[in-house]
Protein backbone atom coordinates (compact mmCIF):
# COMPACT_ATOMS: atom_id res chain seq x y z
CA UNK A 1 0.00 0.00 0.00
CA UNK A 2 1.18 3.40 -0.98
CA UNK A 3 0.29 6.97 0.37
CA UNK A 4 -0.64 9.03 -2.53
CA UNK A 5 -1.12 12.62 -3.14
CA UNK A 6 -2.43 14.99 -6.01
CA UNK A 7 -2.01 18.30 -5.51
CA UNK A 8 -4.02 20.93 -7.46
CA UNK A 9 -4.39 24.57 -7.03
CA UNK A 10 -7.75 24.13 -4.95
CA UNK A 11 -7.49 20.65 -3.49
CA UNK A 12 -5.26 17.59 -2.94
CA UNK A 13 -6.54 14.68 -3.46
CA UNK A 14 -4.69 12.12 -0.69
CA UNK A 15 -5.64 8.79 -0.46
CA UNK A 16 -4.09 5.09 0.02
CA UNK A 17 -3.63 2.30 -2.90
CA UNK A 18 -2.08 -1.12 -3.97
CA UNK A 19 -2.93 -3.07 -6.99
CA UNK A 20 -6.16 -4.05 -6.04
CA UNK A 21 -7.76 -1.24 -3.76
CA UNK A 22 -8.43 2.44 -3.04
CA UNK A 23 -8.19 2.17 0.84
CA UNK A 24 -9.82 5.75 0.94
CA UNK A 25 -9.54 8.63 -0.74
CA UNK A 26 -10.05 12.58 0.36
CA UNK A 27 -10.12 15.75 -0.50
CA UNK A 28 -8.04 18.65 1.61
CA UNK A 29 -8.26 22.56 0.85
CA UNK A 30 -4.78 23.44 -0.95
CA UNK A 31 -3.43 25.70 1.79
CA UNK A 32 -0.16 27.61 0.86
CA UNK A 33 0.08 29.05 3.94
CA UNK A 34 0.73 25.47 6.20
CA UNK A 35 4.22 24.26 7.21
CA UNK A 36 5.15 20.98 7.06
CA UNK A 37 4.35 20.39 10.04
CA UNK A 38 0.86 20.92 10.22
CA UNK A 39 0.81 18.93 6.70
CA UNK A 40 2.02 16.01 8.70
CA UNK A 41 -0.28 16.45 11.23
CA UNK A 42 -3.30 16.41 9.01
CA UNK A 43 -1.49 13.35 7.18
CA UNK A 44 -1.14 11.35 10.43
CA UNK A 45 -4.90 12.13 11.36
CA UNK A 46 -6.41 11.09 7.83
CA UNK A 47 -4.23 7.68 8.83
CA UNK A 48 -5.99 7.22 12.14
CA UNK A 49 -9.41 8.06 10.84
CA UNK A 50 -9.47 6.01 8.44
CA UNK A 51 -7.90 2.87 10.57
CA UNK A 52 -4.88 2.68 7.92
CA UNK A 53 -1.92 0.87 9.77
CA UNK A 54 1.78 2.91 8.85
CA UNK A 55 2.97 -0.49 8.79
CA UNK A 56 1.13 -1.39 5.82
CA UNK A 57 2.49 1.95 4.10
CA UNK A 58 5.24 0.91 1.72
CA UNK A 59 5.83 3.95 0.14
CA UNK A 60 4.45 7.18 -1.40
CA UNK A 61 3.79 9.23 -4.54
CA UNK A 62 2.86 13.12 -5.33
CA UNK A 63 1.93 14.98 -8.21
CA UNK A 64 1.64 18.75 -8.03
CA UNK A 65 0.85 21.80 -10.24
CA UNK A 66 1.52 24.07 -6.99
CA UNK A 67 5.37 24.45 -6.83
CA UNK A 68 5.40 26.36 -3.58
CA UNK A 69 4.23 23.74 -1.48
CA UNK A 70 5.66 20.81 -3.05
CA UNK A 71 8.59 20.81 -0.95
CA UNK A 72 7.07 20.71 2.76
CA UNK A 73 4.27 18.10 1.11
CA UNK A 74 6.92 15.97 0.31
CA UNK A 75 9.13 16.60 3.71
CA UNK A 76 5.36 15.92 5.28
CA UNK A 77 5.11 12.67 3.93
CA UNK A 78 9.03 11.44 4.82
CA UNK A 79 7.70 12.36 8.65
CA UNK A 80 4.38 10.48 8.71
CA UNK A 81 5.72 7.39 6.35
CA UNK A 82 9.56 7.32 6.55
CA UNK A 83 9.35 7.06 2.44
CA UNK A 84 10.74 9.93 0.30
CA UNK A 85 7.76 10.11 -1.84
CA UNK A 86 8.64 9.64 -5.78
CA UNK A 87 7.67 13.23 -7.39
CA UNK A 88 5.70 13.03 -10.61
CA UNK A 89 7.67 14.85 -14.12
CA UNK A 90 7.63 14.78 -17.66
CA UNK A 91 11.32 12.93 -17.02
CA UNK A 92 10.22 10.23 -15.30
CA UNK A 93 9.32 6.61 -16.29
CA UNK A 94 5.66 6.44 -17.40
CA UNK A 95 5.27 4.92 -20.83
CA UNK A 96 3.46 7.84 -22.93
CA UNK A 97 4.74 9.31 -26.01
CA UNK A 98 4.01 13.14 -26.67
CA UNK A 99 3.60 14.96 -30.01
CA UNK A 100 3.77 18.39 -28.00
CA UNK A 101 6.02 21.38 -28.57
CA UNK A 102 7.14 21.19 -25.18
CA UNK A 103 5.78 18.02 -22.71
CA UNK A 104 7.51 20.17 -19.95
CA UNK A 105 5.05 22.76 -20.10
CA UNK A 106 2.66 19.45 -19.26
CA UNK A 107 1.01 19.95 -15.53
CA UNK A 108 1.81 16.59 -13.42
CA UNK A 109 -1.82 15.73 -13.15
CA UNK A 110 -2.28 15.40 -16.70
CA UNK A 111 0.33 12.64 -16.94
CA UNK A 112 -0.74 10.78 -14.00
CA UNK A 113 -4.19 10.69 -15.50
CA UNK A 114 -3.00 9.87 -19.36
CA UNK A 115 -1.03 6.68 -17.70
CA UNK A 116 -4.21 5.05 -15.91
CA UNK A 117 -6.18 5.51 -19.27
CA UNK A 118 -3.53 3.82 -20.88
CA UNK A 119 -3.32 1.27 -18.69
CA UNK A 120 -7.13 0.86 -18.44
CA UNK A 121 -8.52 1.65 -21.99
CA UNK A 122 -7.55 1.33 -25.91
CA UNK A 123 -6.64 4.61 -27.72
CA UNK A 124 -7.92 7.01 -29.37
CA UNK A 125 -8.71 8.93 -26.17
CA UNK A 126 -10.18 12.28 -25.22
CA UNK A 127 -9.88 12.82 -21.33
CA UNK A 128 -11.94 15.53 -19.21
CA UNK A 129 -10.67 16.49 -15.90
CA UNK A 130 -12.90 18.99 -14.56
CA UNK A 131 -11.21 20.90 -11.44
CA UNK A 132 -9.93 24.76 -11.12
CA UNK A 133 -9.79 24.39 -14.58
CA UNK A 134 -11.26 21.91 -17.16
CA UNK A 135 -8.74 19.88 -19.32
CA UNK A 136 -9.29 17.65 -22.55
CA UNK A 137 -6.05 15.29 -22.89
CA UNK A 138 -6.25 13.88 -26.36
CA UNK A 139 -4.46 10.75 -26.91
CA UNK A 140 -4.72 9.54 -30.64
CA UNK A 141 -4.90 5.59 -32.13
CA UNK A 142 -1.17 5.18 -32.21
CA UNK A 143 -0.77 5.92 -28.69
CA UNK A 144 0.59 9.35 -28.68
CA UNK A 145 -0.04 12.23 -26.42
CA UNK A 146 -0.99 14.88 -29.24
CA UNK A 147 -2.15 17.74 -26.65
CA UNK A 148 -4.67 19.70 -24.30
CA UNK A 149 -7.18 22.43 -24.34
CA UNK A 150 -7.83 23.99 -21.21
CA UNK A 151 -10.49 26.20 -20.10
CA UNK A 152 -11.64 27.66 -16.69
CA UNK A 153 -13.08 25.40 -14.54
CA UNK A 154 -16.54 25.23 -13.97
CA UNK A 155 -16.63 27.01 -10.31
CA UNK A 156 -13.56 29.13 -11.72
CA UNK A 157 -16.07 30.50 -14.34
CA UNK A 158 -19.30 30.90 -11.93
CA UNK A 159 -16.62 32.29 -8.97
CA UNK A 160 -15.60 35.11 -11.77
CA UNK A 161 -18.96 35.86 -12.49
CA UNK A 162 -19.61 36.50 -8.58
CA UNK A 163 -17.02 38.68 -8.14
CA UNK A 164 -17.37 41.03 -11.05
CA UNK A 165 -21.15 41.04 -11.71
CA UNK A 166 -22.76 42.60 -8.39
CA UNK A 167 -26.00 41.85 -8.96
CA UNK A 168 -25.12 37.98 -9.76
CA UNK A 169 -25.39 35.65 -6.52
CA UNK A 170 -23.51 32.88 -5.66
CA UNK A 171 -25.51 29.52 -6.82
CA UNK A 172 -25.83 26.03 -6.16
CA UNK A 173 -23.66 24.00 -8.74
CA UNK A 174 -26.71 21.91 -10.19
CA UNK A 175 -29.26 21.34 -13.34
CA UNK A 176 -32.26 23.49 -12.88
CA UNK A 177 -35.41 22.12 -14.29
CA UNK A 178 -35.47 23.55 -18.33
CA UNK A 179 -32.26 25.07 -20.26
CA UNK A 180 -34.09 28.29 -20.75
CA UNK A 181 -34.01 30.00 -17.27
CA UNK A 182 -37.08 31.08 -15.79
CA UNK A 183 -35.29 33.32 -13.04
CA UNK A 184 -31.55 34.64 -12.63
CA UNK A 185 -30.52 31.04 -10.22
CA UNK A 186 -31.61 29.08 -13.18
CA UNK A 187 -30.29 31.07 -15.59
CA UNK A 188 -26.83 31.02 -14.25
CA UNK A 189 -27.30 27.34 -13.32
CA UNK A 190 -28.62 26.42 -16.68
CA UNK A 191 -25.28 28.12 -18.07
CA UNK A 192 -23.08 26.27 -15.73
CA UNK A 193 -24.47 22.84 -16.23
CA UNK A 194 -26.12 22.48 -19.74
CA UNK A 195 -23.19 24.96 -21.28
CA UNK A 196 -20.60 23.07 -19.49
CA UNK A 197 -22.13 19.67 -21.18
CA UNK A 198 -22.86 21.45 -24.40
CA UNK A 199 -18.96 22.13 -24.69
CA UNK A 200 -17.84 18.91 -23.58
CA UNK A 201 -19.74 17.64 -26.99
CA UNK A 202 -18.80 20.07 -29.21
CA UNK A 203 -15.02 19.46 -27.73
CA UNK A 204 -15.91 16.10 -28.30
CA UNK A 205 -17.11 16.21 -32.00
CA UNK A 206 -14.07 18.77 -32.92
CA UNK A 207 -11.28 16.29 -31.38
CA UNK A 208 -12.93 13.30 -33.28
CA UNK A 209 -13.27 15.10 -36.63
CA UNK A 210 -9.51 16.60 -36.08
CA UNK A 211 -8.49 12.75 -35.24
CA UNK A 212 -10.68 10.95 -38.50
CA UNK A 213 -11.73 8.39 -35.58
CA UNK A 214 -14.17 8.26 -32.55
CA UNK A 215 -12.65 8.18 -29.48
CA UNK A 216 -12.83 6.49 -25.95
CA UNK A 217 -14.03 9.72 -23.53
CA UNK A 218 -13.01 9.44 -19.65
CA UNK A 219 -14.32 12.14 -17.67
CA UNK A 220 -12.61 12.76 -14.05
CA UNK A 221 -12.74 15.49 -11.23
CA UNK A 222 -15.66 16.34 -8.44
CA UNK A 223 -18.20 18.16 -11.14
CA UNK A 224 -17.85 16.08 -14.07
CA UNK A 225 -20.68 13.57 -12.38
CA UNK A 226 -23.07 16.24 -12.53
CA UNK A 227 -22.21 17.34 -15.87
CA UNK A 228 -21.96 13.90 -17.75
CA UNK A 229 -25.97 12.76 -17.24
CA UNK A 230 -26.33 15.67 -19.67
CA UNK A 231 -23.95 15.13 -22.19
CA UNK A 232 -24.71 13.50 -24.86
CA UNK A 233 -22.05 11.55 -25.96
CA UNK A 234 -20.94 8.89 -23.73
CA UNK A 235 -18.89 9.70 -21.34
CA UNK A 236 -17.09 7.00 -18.96
CA UNK A 237 -16.54 8.43 -15.29
CA UNK A 238 -13.68 7.40 -13.29
CA UNK A 239 -13.48 8.82 -9.83
CA UNK A 240 -10.39 7.39 -8.99
CA UNK A 241 -8.76 7.64 -11.69
CA UNK A 242 -5.68 10.16 -10.43
CA UNK A 243 -4.74 7.67 -7.55
CA UNK A 244 -4.82 4.89 -10.07
CA UNK A 245 -2.47 7.01 -12.00
CA UNK A 246 0.01 7.36 -9.48
CA UNK A 247 -0.14 3.49 -8.67
CA UNK A 248 1.12 3.06 -11.69
CA UNK A 249 3.73 5.37 -12.10
CA UNK A 250 5.20 4.60 -8.47
CA UNK A 251 5.02 0.93 -9.74
CA UNK A 252 7.55 2.54 -12.52
CA UNK A 253 9.40 4.47 -10.39
CA UNK A 254 9.72 3.48 -6.53
CA UNK A 255 12.47 4.02 -4.18
CA UNK A 256 13.56 2.31 -1.21
CA UNK A 257 13.23 3.54 2.59
CA UNK A 258 15.30 5.63 4.17
Known sequence: MILALD?????????CIDEENVFFECRLSTDRNKTEAEYAVLFKNLLDIYDVD??????????????????????AVFTVTGYVPVEVSVDMKHGLKFNTDNPHELGNDLIVVAVAAMDKFKPPLTIFDLGTATTISVIDGDGIFRGVSIFPGVKTAMNALFDNASQLP????????????????????????????????GMIDRIEEELGCKTTVLATGGLARFLIPHCRHEIIYDEEILLKGLWQLYKMNKQNKI
Open 54 to 75: LNAIDGAIISSVVPPITNPLKN
Open 7 to 15: VGNTNIVVG
Open 170 to 201: AIKIEAPKSVIGENTIESMQSGAVFGNAAMMD
